[in-house]
């Protein structure tokens, strides 16, 4: 740092001398748009740095998998299926006995029959009633009697209906049915073992999709976005070229301390198969500082400015200097950008508006 304060003043001091030369070449600052300056220029370096990508390691698996369950306790008794058999919606997977489950819900249609029979009895009689009370036979108290016995009727019949329908629901649970096409990945339960409600039974995969999770560190969250494309290296073959996939899902960030954090991360169709262990390739993008040549800074009584060239016409744009590293300056960021064009040679013939020929 101190060879960088000693040789500050020795290029501010080329550059005064510099701009006092470019001063005396025209006068009150006209310029012959007519005329073409000859000029050397180069490009502004640095802005945004990609790094090499760090690799996590991860497993393919399918997009659409389901471990599937019983909603009731019972014994295995049927199960149809294979290990890898491909089944369609709806397909009966395994049947779980239970000897409490047909009894309850012949119960339950039982006494919802019992209570229709006592409605339409209570109904009748109420008719009836009613005729009656109209001749003066039967008296409103008599009647009203009649009606609460009927209304409750309807009520133990709405709840007995409840219960038949539970009732029917728990007998189809105990047969376990496939949600969507896939193939049977695993089975958890064999036949005749008694399985307990939630207790997985086999797993299902579709083939439609493959997906990846990956675990991360926090502070790589940041370059990483939902729909952006990361390579996915497959271990097993490290010459093959790697498949692009694409961020479908990122974790939310977490207060507890090293923790990592998963990405789920898609793959094209037909690239890797189930089971087979990947990498996935996260690079870290960091800011660069914004330089040009030293030659290219010029210092007159308004400040340090470099010469830009936009669509053949040189303009100046004011700078701030950093520190000087070597032959080159470093800029803080302001209206210059990496790529954009500045003059370094051919200045002293040079002012803002006027149009170059670069060499």
């Not at 310029?31 to 690799?55: D, F, Y």
């Not at 496939?178 to 339960?189: I, K, R, S, T, Y």
């Not at 030659?295 to 701030?320: E, H, K, Y």
Request: aromatic residues 4%.
């Amino acid at each position: 740092m101190s060879f960088i304060s000693r040789s500050f003043p020795f290029w501010t001091a080329g550059l005064l001398v510099l701009a006092f030369s470019m001063s005396g070449c025209r006068g009150g600052g006209e310029s012959t748009v007519a005329t073409l300056v000859s000029v050397r220029a180069t490009e502004v370096t640095g802005g945004q740095m990609e790094e090499i990508p760090l690799r996590f390691s991860g497993i393919v698996r399918a997009a659409q998998r389901a471990t599937l369950t019983f909603q009731v306790s019972g014994t295995l008794k049927e199960r149809p299926v294979e290990l890898g058999q491909m089944v369609t919606p709806g397909d009966a997977l395994a049947r779980l006995y239970n000897p409490a489950l047909e009894p309850a819900r012949d119960s339950a249609a039982a006494r919802l029959d019992e209570l229709k029979t006592q409605f339409d009895q209570a109904q009748r009689e109420w008719e009836r009633s009613s005729r009656l009370h109209k001749r003066g036979v039967v008296s409103e108290q008599t009647l009203e009697q009649i009606a609460a016995r009927r209304d409750g009727l309807r009520a133990s019949m709405a709840t007995a209906e409840a219960s038949l329908a539970e009732a029917s629901r728990l007998l189809e649970e105990s047969v376990l049915r496939a949600p969507f096409a896939g193939q049977v990945e695993a089975l958890l339960v064999e036949r005749d073992e008694f399985v307990a409600a939630g207790q997985p039974v086999m797993r299902l995969s579709s083939p439609l999709g493959r997906e990846v999770e990956v675990r991360v560190p926090a502070h790589l969250l940041d370059f990483v976005n939902v729909g952006q494309g990361l390579p996915v290296w497959l271990v097993q073959d490290r010459k093959r070229e790697p498949v692009t996939g694409t961020v479908v899902e990122i974790a939310q960030g977490s207060s507890i301390r090293g923790e990592l954090h998963p990405v789920l991360v898609s793959l094209p169709p037909n690239s890797l198969a189930s089971g087979e262990p990947v990498e996935v390739g996260i690079a870290p993008v960091r800011e660069s500082a914004i330089t040009v040549p030293l030659l290219a800074v010029v210092r007159d009584s308004t400040g340090t400015s470099v010469f830009r060239i936009d669509a053949g016409v040189a303009r100046r744009v004011p700078v701030v200097v950093d520190r000087v590293i070597g032959e080159r300056v470093m800029l803080d960021p302001g209206s210059l950008k990496p790529g954009d064009r500045v003059v370094y040679a051919g200045m002293t013939r040079l002012v803002d508006g006027d149009r170059v020929e670069v060499r």
